[in-house]
């Protein structure tokens, strides 16, 4: 039986609402009231040297919770501006990639917290007399923990979308403006949303450490979760952060089950797959959203917006004969490429030379090879640790991974706590190594890894899960065991998704350094020997030679890092020990 | 006759190779499609047809002669040529009436016209009913049979089907084709030529006004045969064997004047893409009753079972090898090929070691070159870059995985997949060691 076409039908009993909008429209109003109050709050007059009222009564949080959350959606929007623009520019454009790529690389191995003390005068100046100055600065800082792996992931997508697509688009005359939404786009999307889902995760960190920000000396606390806390570490509050950690809790929850579980589901369809997936993933708000009457009526606005988006601009050329050929990727002429070429050479020898100057004007020679000295003792830190998170979650990881029913329900909770800005448990720390009388330059050290060794955990759980169960069942059947078993299949059948998992936790554990080499619960302030307690004074005093130093520095080790650990095991796992 | 639909003449196209050579995959191809007819290009895969489509449809350019469709040189995707993909091509997110509606939309139809007319192509190709549908929700069948919707609902003159059928299991292509075959005859498409490029014989003889059987290296029109049959066609007819046997003959004989006849082979002789343990069954069939050494090719299609391609890739093996003989599309065993399947395992490995050193200059140099080296080993960089002075860099690459496969299977020489190293076996090698004398304890 051919089913009745409803797309075109327009009539009026369509907009009648039905009981799912009953349970939808309230919840849109709220959500939208709350945005608009937020966002009102945050372009208050203001004056640098002004205190902002803070208080510790938990009462206020869920409106400091507000504010967080808004900060981690504009710095949401403004990545995935700038992803669009930036990874289609480098994709496009090989005269730009060959700036745009690097550049992503270095952006990428910049400690974030590093971001926020440079930037924050410039925005106070953009935004004169006024709050959102020093609120573009804290949306800027998490701006930079989540847009990189977004932008790179898009221009992978986009560099791999498949052939046969791409000639069949060109056979129907699409322009590149339609091509880009209709194929380009959509090819990116699930890696996109996977990747949003990552620097959300990723965020939370930075959100609670980017409120408190110090301009010239004084340290100004913008309303929200970060600062609550900072607030409640200064005076010693315990309880208050016990209500702190409830309300991160409480945001991470919100962000999944209103934006991400919804996107993931629907982006479903955008899965590169010939045949559909065992397990679609599925969420109440988008059923709700699907089968809501009124709403979906409304969709038809957004939904009319892309349809009119994409089919803006169509190939020039009119009747049968559209005789232009237009490539997916723009050259520029050998000779233009030339001086390109050497623009960019003197371009980057320049500004290298500049910052050399400005350091070296303030930082004498022995200074800058103790500073290598702290970034030594920081990769030790990073590196040992790594190794010892994984020496314990790997096991755990495999454990659970091989039982699905466990693995469902700790998957979950391992992204959670991946999200749970580790921060948060700091001053915990500080008391225990006081009262123990223990060293701080070890004991800060776990620190480090507190919050991304769950990266490890949940990649290593996915990877133990999604091991062939026929392989599972020769290994069985051919009696391996012991060590001889995790030898030769669970190590090399695991070895990709950990290598994914250690690349995140070694990036987030350097970011986290400049956090947790010093530490302070009152008073009592607690600091190691390394890169991270370096560049933490530096800001704290308003030093920027140091501060580019330092951050200069980090940059170099994690690049290095990149280049000589992680990207040959990455290289190794992907093409000797990939199944499948 | 009016102009012809698609008319190309002298058409050269050469690729630039990673070394900076040019390797010629088209030279002087001349073709035309006229209106109302259906035009088959057969060939070996790797032999520049589908090159030859893709120019033919404004996807790439060609790098001399020219290319007109109605009279008008093509420099771009041109509306009024749709094609037809052998990976069916379809947008995963889009649902079948989307894609369908593609074409349209980038024409910048109205939504209204756009749907009926999607609605149209749907019902008219078999797929009403599944309009919502997604292309992961449908048999590979089912799939293609919405690319060729989407081809067809902008009403194209020329239909261009690249190796359409081969991604079908054999029932589902047939179904296909006389759905195709049965639009086209009533005049239910306004489709006024079709190309179809293929490697299946019985395919194009089933569909095609005319078959042109294409030359690799560089690919170029070899030969032109007139299928005179009317549809609907029956391939168990004698007028429809005979033309089988006449393609197969043609087939078989461009592979005999691209080497054999002409000058010697050179490093870059592009080995057949198939592996040994095929080469010797096929062996093995073709001395069994009820061949006895000597079979009709389509016959010899048949007891095997496999596509052409496969088999072709097979003929031109052995024949390279020394093992058979083909002439007007029959093969024979030479005294080699019946020696070689008399003899036990070990003494087959020999002899294939043999042949494939004399016969395949490629197999001799890489011998070569691990001979001279001190420790026997050389990485496989080597040797691609000397093919890439012939190939381009997929196609080096695959030229010597197959040889390597070879030479694997004759030990002559090994390769060590994590090192990326070319090497003799691990026995020879300890024995030349020991018998170069130096070290004084000789093992064997």
């Known amino acids: 039986m051919p089913q009745p076409r409803s797309r075109a039908v327009f009539a009026l009993p369509e907009l009648k609402p039905n009981a799912w909008d009953a349970a939808l429209v309230p919840l849109a109003f709220a959500l939208l009231v709350l945005l608009a109050y937020g966002g009102a709050q945050m372009t208050t007059p203001y004056d640098v040297g002004e205190p902002l009222p803070m208080s510790l009564d938990p009462l206020n949080l869920p409106y400091y919770l507000l504010r967080s959350a808004l900060r981690m959606l504009m710095a949401l929007g403004g990545s995935l501006l700038f992803t669009l623009v930036y990874a289609t520019a480098a994709a496009k454009v090989p005269a730009l990639e060959k700036v745009l790529i690097p550049a992503l690389d270095i952006l990428q191995s910049i400690p974030i917290l590093g971001f926020l003390s440079i930037t924050v005068t410039g925005f106070i100046a953009l935004f004169p007399g006024n709050l959102f100055g020093v609120e573009c600065a804290a949306i800027f800082a998490v701006f930079t923990s989540q847009a990189w792996n977004m932008a790179f992931s898009m221009y992978q997508s986009l560099r791999t979308v498949p052939a046969d697509l791409i000639e069949a688009s060109d056979m129907f005359l699409l322009s590149p403006w339609q091509r880009f939404w209709r194929l380009e786009l959509p090819y990116a999307v699930p890696g996109l949303i996977w990747n949003m889902m990552m620097s959300v995760s990723g965020g939370w960190f930075f959100v609670v450490a980017s409120e408190a920000i110090s301009v010239s000396g004084q340290t100004i606390l913008l309303p929200g979760v970060g600062s ?300 190691a020997f390394g890169l991270g307690s370096y560049i933490a004074q530096a800001t704290a005093a308003g030093d920027f030679p140091r501060i580019a130093l330092g951050i200069g520095v980090m940059c170099l080790f994690v690049m290095c890092f990149n280049h000589f650990i992680w990207r040959r095991m990455y290289r190794l796992a992907s093409e000797r020990l990939h199944i499948g | 006759m009016s102009t012809p639909l698609l008319d190309l003449g002298g058409v050269r196209k050469t690729f630039r190779t990673p070394e900076g050579k040019e390797r010629t995959v088209l030279e002087g191809v001349d073709f035309h499609l006229d209106e109302g007819e259906i035009v088959a290009l057969l060939g070996k895969s790797g032999s520049g047809k589908s090159t030859l489509l893709r120019i033919m449809a404004g996807l790439i350019p060609a790098n001399g002669g020219n290319v007109r469709y109605r009279g008008r040189p093509i420099t771009g995707p041109t509306r009024g040529i749709a094609m037809v993909f052998q990976t069916f091509a379809l947008f995963p997110w889009l649902t079948v009436q989307q894609n369908v509606e593609l074409g349209l939309e980038a024409l910048g139809q109205p939504r209204r016209e756009r749907e009926e007319r999607a609605q149209e192509a749907i019902d008219m190709i078999g797929m009403g009913g599944f309009e919502g549908a997604y292309p992961k929700e449908l048999s590979g069948g089912m799939r293609q049979r919405v690319g060729f919707a989407r081809a067809l609902v902008t009403r194209p003159d020329v239909l261009l089907m690249d190796e359409a059928f081969s991604a079908l299991d054999v029932l589902t292509a047939e179904a296909l084709r006389s759905d195709l075959l049965e639009l086209w005859t009533e005049r239910r498409i306004p489709t006024k030529g079709m190309l179809i490029v293929s490697h299946n014989i019985e395919e194009a003889v089933f569909m095609a006004d005319r078959i042109l059987v294409f030359d690799s290296d560089p690919g170029r029109v070899r030969a032109e045969i007139p299928v005179g049959l009317e549809h609907p066609r029956d391939p168990e007819s004698t007028p429809f064997r005979q033309i089988v046997d006449e393609v197969y003959g043609l087939m078989t004989a461009s592979a005999r004047v691209g080497a054999a006849a002409g000058e010697p082979l050179t490093i870059g002789y592009r080995l057949p893409a198939t592996t040994p343990g095929k080469m010797i069954s096929l062996l093995e069939t073709i001395a069994e009753p009820p061949f006895g050494g000597h079979a009709d090719l389509p016959a010899l299609a048949e007891a095997t079972e496999l596509p052409d391609d496969t088999l072709f890739h097979l003929y031109e093996g052995l024949r390279v090898l020394g093992f058979v003989r083909l002439a007007a599309g029959d093969i024979f065993l030479t005294p080699a090929g019946r020696a070689f399947v008399e003899a036990d395992n070990d003494r087959r490995k020999t002899l294939f070691a043999e042949h494939f050193l004399r016969n395949i200059p490629l197999a001799a140099h890489i011998r070569r070159v691990l001979d001279e080296r001190r420790g026997h080993r050389a990485p496989e960089d080597r040797f691609l870059q000397a093919l890439q002075d012939y190939l381009t860099g997929d196609e080096a690459e695959r030229v010597l995985e197959v040889v390597i496969g070879w030479g694997r299977y004759a030990e002559v020489f090994d390769y060590d997949y994590n090192a990326g190293m070319l090497k003799l076996p691990e026995e020879e090698e300890e024995g030349e060691e020991a018998g170069g004398g130096e070290t004084a304890g000789a093992a064997e």
């Open chain 1, 228 to 527: 609550f806390i900072a607030l409640a570490i200064a005076d010693r509050n315990l309880p208050a952060i016990g209500w702190a950690i409830a309300a991160v809790l409480a945001g991470i929850l919100i962000y999944d089950q209103l934006m991400f579980r919804p996107l993931v589901a629907w982006a479903d369809k955008f899965k590169f797959e010939q045949v559909p997936g065992e397990e679609v993933p599925r969420s109440w708000l988008l059923t709700l959203l699907q089968r809501a009457r009124l709403v979906r009526a409304a969709a038809r606005l957004p939904g009319a917006l892309w349809e009119g988006c994409a089919s803006l601009v169509r190939r020039p050329g009119k009747g049968r004969f559209r005789a232009v050929s237009l490539a997916p990727v723009w050259h520029l002429p050998p000779w233009a490429e030339r001086v390109w070429n050497a623009i960019l050479m003197l371009g980057a020898l320049a500004a290298a030379v500049r910052v050399a100057l400005f350091v070296h004007s303030s930082v004498e020679t022995p200074e800058i090879i103790r500073v290598f000295l702290y970034g030594t003792a920081t990769a030790t830190r990073v590196l040992v640790l790594i190794a010892l998170a994984s020496l314990v979650w790997v096991p755990i990881g495999v454990w659970i991974g091989l039982r699905p029913r466990v693995a469902q329900n700790l998957q979950w909770l391992a992204q959670f706590l991946a999200a749970f800005p580790a921060n948060l448990m700091f001053p915990v720390a500080v008391m225990l190594i006081v009262h123990f009388h223990l060293d701080p330059d070890v004991w800060t050290s776990p620190l480090m890894v507190l919050g991304t060794q769950w990266y490890i955990l949940f990649n290593v759980i996915a990877g133990a899960a999604a091991l062939p169960s026929d392989l599972k069942d020769a290994a069985h059947n051919l009696g391996l065991s012991g060590w001889l078993m995790w030898k030769r299949f669970i190590l090399p059948g695991i070895f990709p998704s950990f290598v994914t998992g250690a690349i995140t936790a070694s990036g987030g554990s350097w970011n986290a350094s400049i956090v947790s080499e010093m530490v302070s619960w009152g008073d009592t302030k607690l600091s």
